[in-house]
């Protein structure tokens, strides 16, 4: 795993530990976010070449807060 992936790791787990505390399947959050299916799958598994704005819609869908880092 790429050092971006493993800076992702922990968004991508929290996206996927919210969507089934919801009760929702990949296609469910897919639908509600207007992405495909393997967006999700993708965001999941903290693959580096989602879009960030992508990344930030399904997030607050989840109700997930972000935060971006300050250089």
Do not use: K, W, Y
Request: charged fraction near 20%; aromatic fraction near 2%.
């Amino acid at each position: 795993m790429s050092d971006t992936a493993n800076i992702l790791l922990p968004f991508a787990v929290a996206i996927r530990t919210r969507r089934r505390a919801l009760g929702l399947t990949q296609l469910d959050l897919a639908e509600m976010c207007n992405v495909q299916r393997q967006t999700i799958g993708r965001l999941e598994g903290a693959d580096p070449n989602v879009a960030l704005g992508t990344a930030m819609a399904v997030a607050d869908v989840l109700g997930l807060e972000t935060r971006l880092a300050a250089g």
